[in-house]
RNA sequence: GUGGAUGUGGUGAAGUGGCUAACACACCGGAUUGUGGCUCCGGCAUUCGUGGGUUCGAUCCCCAUCAUCCACCCCA
């Protein structure tokens, strides 16, 4: 019991930390090129602030939140997603005073409870990025562009952006009128879920999976058709300013987000995997109104966020390597008491100096330190027992020839620098 | 929340109602005195997720529980 971490979340080891160092990496390093600057928020927020823009009728709200009571009674939820932060400190911290468009990026654990599988935890990580201030189409053109790029350089293959337009305070009412119309010619054709979904929330019976509803919802309405001209004619640009930079795209008229601020543009990025059902890797899109819905002034949002342990998952069945750390350039064996804390002195120095410098701690044989170096895979090896001590040098050996020689204790440092460069 | 599968040392795993629970890898130590990668030798589970029960006796049978994995659902 004490030996077991809560369902559903995960240790990362040495090993394995070091490629979340470098996707973390190549995210920051991505964002800097398109100029997004990072936001660092709460794990946990006002419970109000998710049921308020994630949607009451959503699944993360209605069952998979880790909200608690604090000790003031205040009610809190551990962050189930990241907008509804981001969009809160813009407002709070009142960024909007700044020039327009804020271009942000996140990275950090997401809450939900969720029964955990391939590809889903109760704790999970999250890469995202939140646009404020910008209505024109280019934006959401750019926003998914900065996702590709990310899967782009990673060297991953098969994937997919899924693209729709979901409809805008103007068109959505109305629509949702006439899907419900539809919709309930076929009731008893739908799943019992969806028949709930039917007059709280049709959209969503669109992305159902079961194969009746599926059937039925081919002849609905969609988002597409029953949208207004502002919306036609911004995802028409959309698609206009993803096909001169290459962006390839499959409109989904099917695709619905699961989180209710979702106006206008909705995308998904899906790739064609094996080994897992969870093959959403990334999804957003835009959000005009939720800023105004915080209290705000109405400016309008986009964002998206990528699933980095699916991210993890994809690279690792596509046989993409990640580095994993790197060897030590030197490796020190004292053998017995004088030497070892010569060893010490001298590892700091070489430290000083920026070299990667490992020692033995043990007090192993000197075969034993030999296997270790061997196994570290260091460069060279300073060998130091008593009879170098006394004659005031060091044996320091070349592991992949194995030639060594014996240098001068004062110069040691200065020789190993010199070597390695 | 629903359904399915699994749970033997650090890892991958064999195994059977009954004497000291295979094997491989990893790890530790050794093979003449202070030197790695190969080879050889030795060590490494009073114990088979946990708690009950059946039995003369259970790792192997039953029940419960916990955990993990997978699918549905949902989403990243």
Redesign the pocket.
């Known amino acids: ?1 004490l030996t ?7 240790d990362f080891l040495p090993g394995e930390s070091e490629k979340w160092q470098y996707i973390e990496q190549l995210c920051r390093q991505v964002c800097a090129e398109y100029g997004y600057q990072e936001i660092r928020l709460p794990i946990f927020e006002h419970t109000e602030a998710y049921l308020r823009s994630v949607g009451e009728t ?3 709200v209605e ?2 939140m880790y909200s608690f009571e604090d000790k003031g009674f205040r009610h809190m939820t551990l962050r189930p ?1 990241g907008t509804a932060g981001t969009v809160r400190a813009f407002l709070e911290n009142k960024l909007y005073a700044n020039p327009q468009p804020t271009k942000l990026y996140y990275i950090g654990p ?1 809450f ?11 704790q ?3 890469f ?1 990025v939140e646009v404020f201030g910008a209505d024109h189409a280019a934006i959401d053109a750019e926003v998914i562009a900065l996702a590709v790029e990310i899967f782009r350089r990673l060297g991953l293959t098969g994937l997919t952006v899924k693209l729709n337009t979901v409809g805008c305070a103007q068109c959505r009412p109305s629509h949702m009128e006439e899907l419900k119309t539809y919709f309930r010619q076929y009731e008893d054709k739908l ?1 019992t ?2 028949r709930d ?1 039917l007059e709280r929330n049709p959209l ?1 019976i669109l ?4 194969e009746g509803c599926k059937a039925v919802a081919k002849g609905a309405p969609t988002t597409i058709e029953a949208a207004c001209d502002v919306c036609s004619a911004h995802f028409q640009k959309l698609q206009e300013y993803l096909d001169a930079i290459g962006v390839r795209y499959e409109i989904d008229t099917n695709l ?4 209710d601020y979702y106006t206008r543009t909705a995308f ?3 790739i064609d995997s094996v ?10 899109g835009r959000y005009n109104g939720l800023l105004a819905q915080f209290g705000g002034d109405d400016l309008p949002g986009i964002g ?8 993890l ?1 994809t690279l690792k069945e596509q046989g993409i390597e990640l580095p994993v750390g790197t060897a030590p350039a030197v490796y020190i ?1 004292p ?1 017995g008491e004088a030497a070892q804390k010569e060893a010490f002195v001298l590892a700091q120095a070489l430290r000083e100096k920026g070299i990667y410098t490992e020692k033995d701690y ?1 007090g ?12 570290f ?2 460069k060279y ?1 300073v ?8 004659k005031g040098v060091a ?1 320091v ?8 020689y014996e240098v001068q204790l004062n110069q040691l440092a200065e020789d190993l620098e010199g070597r390695l460069k």
């Open positions: 019991m077991t971490r809560p369902t559903g979340t995960n959503s699944d993360i069952k998979e997603e997401m939900r409870y969720d029964k955990p599988q391939a590809g889903r935890y109760r999970f990580n999250q995202g799943c879920t969806c979904r969503r992305d159902c999976k079961e619905v987000r699961g989180l998904e990025i899906v080994g897992s059902a969870q093959n959403a890797i990334a999804g957003g998206f966020a990528i699933g980095l342990e699916r991210l998952l064996a053998l043990l192993k044989s000197l075969k034993a330190q030999m296997k270790a170096a061997d196994r895979q260091a090896t060998i130091l027992g008593d009879s170098e001590l006394e044996i050996r070349e592991m992949a020839s194995g030639g060594q």
